[in-house]
């Protein structure tokens, strides 16, 4: 190949180099090459490989030094970061307003029953009220772990259940004692309850109530499985997931389009 | 490295052998090239593209400096500052004093005193 072919060739390789690095050096290393080729003291044998290695090797960092300078601009940045926070802090949002509507929401066929059974055992206190029917059901016992219908539980003011249309592998459960004592003082409240854990656990959305009768108080525990709320609160978090995903994703695309169409400009010059 | 400060030792082999080449005199992007592949001069075989994206970068860190003499406008020569030459010095003695421990080592032959 003659001398004139390899310059030539090698004049058109430097279009490959950053527009920046092209036009400040690019004379330069045609004129360093030129005499590189015209010095017999190293032998085209050894002086083309260098060639050809260098090429490859300073067009990978001069095009990483490139981008380092185009995106690392600290306005760029700080406002992508800034975008990034926007969207992670309304994916949060996009999840956790369904999610507690959901949850919320779960309560409520409980709300009711606890109530209307709270009102009639006030009246008859919770052993006389048992024995009267206030449970009297005609759907037969709701296993706790397979359906989704709500139940109802008596427990005395020691917390011993006295009465229950729902059990749990033959058994009425009992919450912590913590619940009973925090209902005790405020009356009422509702809960997330796990009587069984681990692979087989069941998770009830419960609210447990005072029955105020002076001479046989006690608590009404009204519950219902989550497990169908939770599969709905799941895809909701799927949802907001991919959008929180999906967002950063514009904003990445976003931030190299405008970070590309944003550099510093150099002139034209031929190579 | 820093703008305007002395360079983390160590050097890179190119860096090392450009700083060294402009230490004697300002020299063209070539006669560097030559200098720094020879054993004195650090024997680094680099091409163009390394060369020039060196002395970019030590241009900016304040190491080296386009003198402006040049015999034809496409070869541009280049000089050491104050900075460069510091750094050279600094990256000079961090190898003596590894020389040296090579050499009480045995693992160079001692110089003989003559």
Same mark, same amino acid.
């Given at each position: 190949? @003659? ?20 036009? =400040? ?88 029953? =606890? ?19 206030? /449970? ?8 706790? =772990?397979? #359906? ?52 087989? #656990? ?12 002076? #001479? ?14 939770? @599969? ?40 | 490295? =820093? ?8 050097? @890179? ?5 450009? /700083? ?42 304040? /190491? ?23 750094? /050279? ?11 040296? #421990? ?13």
């Amino acid at each position: 190949m @003659t001398t004139a072919r390899l310059k030539a060739l090698y004049a058109r390789a430097l279009r490959l180099y950053p527009a920046a690095f092209r036009d =400040a050096y690019g004379a330069a290393m045609r004129q360093c090459f030129a005499d590189a080729l015209a010095d017999r003291s190293i032998s085209r044998r050894t002086l083309l490989p260098l060639v050809l290695k260098d090429l490859v090797i300073s067009l990978i960092k001069e095009h990483f030094a490139m981008l380092r300078e185009t995106y690392s601009r600290p306005t760029l940045v700080f406002n992508a970061l800034v975008l990034a926070g926007i969207s992670t802090v309304l994916a949060l949002a996009l999840y956790a307003i369904p999610q507690q509507v959901l949850r919320n929401g779960a309560n409520d066929p409980q709300i009711e029953m =606890a109530t209307n059974l709270k009102a009639r055992l006030d009246f008859y206190g919770v052993t006389n009220g048992l024995i009267q029917g206030a /449970l009297a059901n005609n759907s037969g016992i709701v296993d706790m =772990a397979r #359906s989704l219908s709500p139940f109802l539980i008596v427990y005395d003011d020691q917390g011993r259940a006295l009465g229950s249309t729902g059990q749990l592998e033959g058994q009425t459960p009992i919450p912590p004692n913590g619940i009973f004592d925090y209902v005790r003082v405020h009356g009422e409240e509702r809960v997330t309850w796990q009587p069984v854990h681990g692979s087989g #656990s069941v998770r009830i959305a419960a609210v447990v109530v005072r029955v105020n009768n002076g #001479s046989q108080p006690g608590f009404v525990l009204a519950g219902r499985n989550l497990r169908e709320v939770e @599969t709905r609160e799941s895809q909701v978090r799927q949802m907001a997931g991919i959008t929180w995903i999906s967002m950063l994703g514009l904003i990445l695309v976003g931030t190299v389009v405008f970070g590309w169409i944003s550099r510093p400009k150099h002139t034209q010059a031929t190579v | 490295m =820093a703008n305007g400060t002395a360079a983390a030792s160590p050097l @890179t082999p190119a860096v090392f052998a450009i /700083l060294l080449a402009l230490a004697e005199s300002e020299k063209h992007g070539y006669a560097i090239m030559k200098e720094a592949r020879t054993a004195r001069g650090g024997g680094v075989a680099m091409g163009p593209g390394t060369l020039y994206g060196t002395l970019d970068r030590l241009i900016r860190d304040g /190491l080296v400096e386009e003198s402006g003499t040049s015999d034809d406008e496409r070869r541009r020569y280049y000089r050491l500052k104050a900075l460069g030459r510091t750094t /050279l010095a600094g990256e000079v003695g961090r190898l003596d004093a590894a020389v040296a #421990s090579a050499r009480s080592l045995g693992l160079l032959p001692q110089r003989s005193r003559r």
